[in-house]
């Protein structure tokens, strides 16, 4: 990993080996090396007009440092604090600025290099240097940044790896590793577990694959586990993950262009426990539960089919009208499960729709609440975190499309239109999430993939865990 290090000096005190960023208002497609008068290089990179800085070309800018030394074998650089002060960013507070300094530094430098067999070195960036004296406000965000982006890349590791290794039993095993040293804490069910609780919509999803079906639950107990009388006040934030870790489509297989990266189909679920674990290693005082409903949507003469009814936890029953709407079912459980937490809030994430990629291209994920103000709680701190959220309406005129003539409700439409795909998936949960608890549903499949204007690694972003874990603070 990067190493970030800090020193009250100024920049032209920092060693020799350092290269030194010095920005310009210059466009950011300006830059160059230049020798400074003590000999020292200087790179010189336009980042616009101090007073054109936003949050969002921020965070791109702190990105596009590491991408420049990574490209001209920069391995030390050298950065002034005062340089990135910038006067449009100061009502976010100086812990916001280190904290997102330094989570884009560690997000943009990371890179999935577990299956390389020679790993290339050459243009390895080793150290940042953050040159000048901090506030007490920077100190704080800075720690927490640091933790916020080694957790975000811990997601994308989990996200990232082939679905070979990375099986329900992969991904219980990672749970684990990730809660090592904290006071998080790893349960894991197998399908034993899972018949006694009927759990009948996850089961019939991982029915067609030797590889067992698992709920995974971690549990962090921050504010202090409730008692009878502190249920309410301790009541815990319920995140729901979906954990596919292969969605072939199940008998309506995906087209072929369409199924090679579908082990990232675990990307909310790797997201909710990459959440827990960094709130626990942060020690926050909140209580919060994970919950990972995982499975392989496998083909086998054991999978489900297109026309199964199953009946889920709660006892509704479910027309399995497309086995390639399989994340719906499996998280159906899950937020049945969540109940028993009383929980303050829940929020469930997954990559549930192709139709969100439809409705907001790949710029933002597709956000689903009856509650207005979580919404706009979500929407603010999105913007702030930069995992970018847009609302779709989640109203009743909605349900109709999925009332089933042959059980409760299909888990697609009736008519099998595919419009408003992505609403119709939220309508699904609706009928799975407990009632009297305020819920939103993150359809992150937009978000799933970097795309090339993110300025990060090819595959998983990592999202939305600046967010989730943004979330959970202000609760
Ligand atoms: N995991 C997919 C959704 C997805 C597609 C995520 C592309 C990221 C990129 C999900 O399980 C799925 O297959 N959804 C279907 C739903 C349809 C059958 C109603 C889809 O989007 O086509
Ligand atoms: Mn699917
Ligand atoms: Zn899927």
Not at 38 to 45: A, I, K, L, S
Not at 266 to 271: D, L, V
Not at 389 to 406: A, G, H, N, T
Request: a positive charge.
């Amino acid at each position: 990993m990067l190493k970030i290090s800090t020193t009250p000096k100024s920049l032209t005190e920092a060693p020799k080996k350092y290269c030194r960023l010095v920005l310009t208002d210059k466009p950011t497609s300006v830059h160059r090396f230049v020798e400074a008068a003590d000999g020292v290089t200087e790179y010189r990179m336009g980042a616009g007009k101090p007073t054109s800085m936003t949050v969002r070309t921020f965070r791109t800018l702190v990105r596009s440092f590491v991408q420049a030394a990574k490209s001209h074998q920069v391995e030390f650089l050298a950065i002034d604090i005062e340089s990135v002060r910038f006067k449009t960013l100061e009502s976010e507070g100086g812990a916001w600025l280190t904290s997102t300094l330094v989570e884009n530094l560690l997000l943009a430098d990371y890179e999935f290099t577990t299956y390389k067999t020679k790993k290339d070195k050459s243009n390895k960036l080793t150290e940042v240097l953050l040159c000048g004296k901090l506030s007490a406000e920077e100190t704080t965000g800075l720690k927490r940044g640091l933790i916020v982006g080694e957790y975000t890349n811990k997601a994308r590791d989990i996200a990232n790896t082939p679905a070979c290794d990375m099986t329900p039993t992969d991904l219980a095993e990672a749970a684990k590793s990730l809660a090592k040293g904290t006071k998080m804490t790893v349960t894991v069910l197998g399908e034993k577990e899972l018949k006694k609780l009927k759990m009948g919509a996850l089961l019939a999803v991982g029915q067609g694959t030797k590889s067992e079906t698992k709920l995974i639950i971690a549990e962090y107990w921050g504010a202090g586990k409730p008692t009878a009388k502190s249920a309410k006040s301790l009541a815990p934030i319920v995140l729901v993950g979906k954990g596919i870790t292969y969605d072939t489509g199940g008998l309506n297989v995906k087209p072929s262009g369409s199924m090679h990266d579908m082990h990232l189909d675990m990307s909310g679920g790797s997201s909710v426990l990459a959440t827990i674990a960094a709130a626990a290693k942060m020690g926050l005082k909140k209580n919060i539960v994970a919950l990972v409903p995982s499975a392989e949507n496998a083909i086998s003469a054991e999978a489900m089919r297109a026309g199964d009814i199953v009946t889920a936890m709660n006892g509704k029953t479910i027309e399995v009208l497309h086995t390639d709407a399989e994340g719906r079912m499996v998280l159906a459980d899950a937020l049945t499960y969540s109940e028993r937490y009383s929980p303050r809030a829940i929020i469930d994430v997954a990559t549930l729709t192709g139709a969100a990629l439809a409705a907001l291209g790949q710029q933002a994920s597709a956000i689903m609440s009856k509650d207005d103000a979580m919404v706009a709680t979500l929407q603010k701190l999105g913007e702030k975190s930069g995992d970018l959220v847009w609302p779709l309406p989640l109203w009743d005129e909605y349900k109709q499309y999925i009332k089933s003539s042959r059980a409760d409700i299909s888990n697609i439409a009736t008519n099998f239109s595919r419009f408003g795909g992505t609403i119709e998936g939220g309508t699904f949960l609706s009928y799975f999430a407990p009632k009297n608890v305020p819920w939103t549903h993150i359809d992150i499949a937009p978000r799933m993939e970097s795309i090339s204007g993110d300025k990060l690694a090819k595959g998983s972003t990592g999202e939305p865990v600046r967010l989730l874990i943004s979330y959970v603070e202000q609760a």
